[in-house]
T-cell receptor, first 107, second 114 residues
Framework: GIQVEQSPPDLILQEGANSTLRCNFS?????LQWFHQNPWGQLINLFY???GTKQNGRLSATTVATERYSLLYISSSQTTDSGVYFC?????????FGTGTSLTVIP | KAGVTQTPRYLIKTRGQQVTLSCSPI?????VSWYQQTPGQGLQFLFE???????NKGNFPGRFSGRQFSNSRSEMNVSTLELGDSALYLC?????????????FGQGTRLTVV
């Protein structure tokens, strides 16, 4: 199956700081999504971004499919941004998830 | 519109018992997939259903099974529960399989086997 690597595994930020999360994947995919897992376990959709760039408020994402990576940018971080961020790729039959980036935003 | 609904939210079972989990996809979505999340293995694919047919199955023992009904609702069943089956089980729905459309996840069912 496809290998998905996320970096960094852990990130601690001061409130107001910016951050970049990276997702590398080993093969072509039809779908790439970024999720934020809330404390109750639900995966909250952030971006559906198999290619290109999208922005949603303080968050933006870029996927360069030809180079097999995606980036999630968080600007002006807030304590509510804390949690685990997952990148998931789908070549056509199932999602393959990275191991996540655990983000802690300190007031 | 309503999101993906999973029931029950929490479940405690004894080793050897069986359990059935339910997933109702977003209205109009016909593809349902199931995933298991554990601290040690992360998120792993169980199976995918589309139009009442299992399209794809992950690397899990035969104790794990599922089905999809004509209204796209899906159930998964785990028989002869083991302690290692304790996990968060997540269901995802999408318009169609194949990765061409966005998938949405339910809140999950947290299963504890004692």
């Amino acid at each position: 199956g496809i290998q998905v690597e996320q970096s960094p595994p852990d990130l601690i930020l001061q409130e107001g700081a910016n951050s970049t999360l990276r997702c590398n994947f080993s093969d072509s995919v039809n779908n790439l999504q970024w999720f934020h897992q809330n404390p109750w376990g639900q995966l909250i959709n952030l971006f559906y971004i198999p290619s290109g760039t999208k922005q949603n408020g303080r968050l933006s994402a870029t996927t360069v499919a030809t180079e097999r990576y995606s980036l999630l940018y968080i600007s002006s971080s807030q304590t509510t941004d804390s949690g685990v961020y997952f990148c998931a790729v789908e070549p056509g039959n199932q999602f393959y998830f990275g191991t996540g980036t655990s983000l802690t935003v300190i007031p | 519109k309503a999101g993906v609904t999973q029931t029950p939210r929490y479940l405690i079972k004894t080793r050897g018992q069986q359990v059935t989990l339910s997933c109702s996809p977003i209205s109009g979505h016909r593809s349902v997939s199931w995933y298991q999340q554990t601290p040690g293995q992360g998120l792993q694919f169980l199976f995918e259903y589309f139009s009442e047919t299992q399209r794809n199955k992950g690397n899990f023992p035969g104790r794990f099974s599922g089905r999809q009904f004509s209204n796209s609702r899906s159930e998964m069943n785990v028989s002869t529960l083991e302690l290692g089956d304790s996990a968060l089980y997540l269901c995802a729905s999408s318009l169609a399989p194949g990765g061409g459309t966005e998938a949405f996840f339910g809140q999950g069912t947290r299963l504890t086997v004692v």
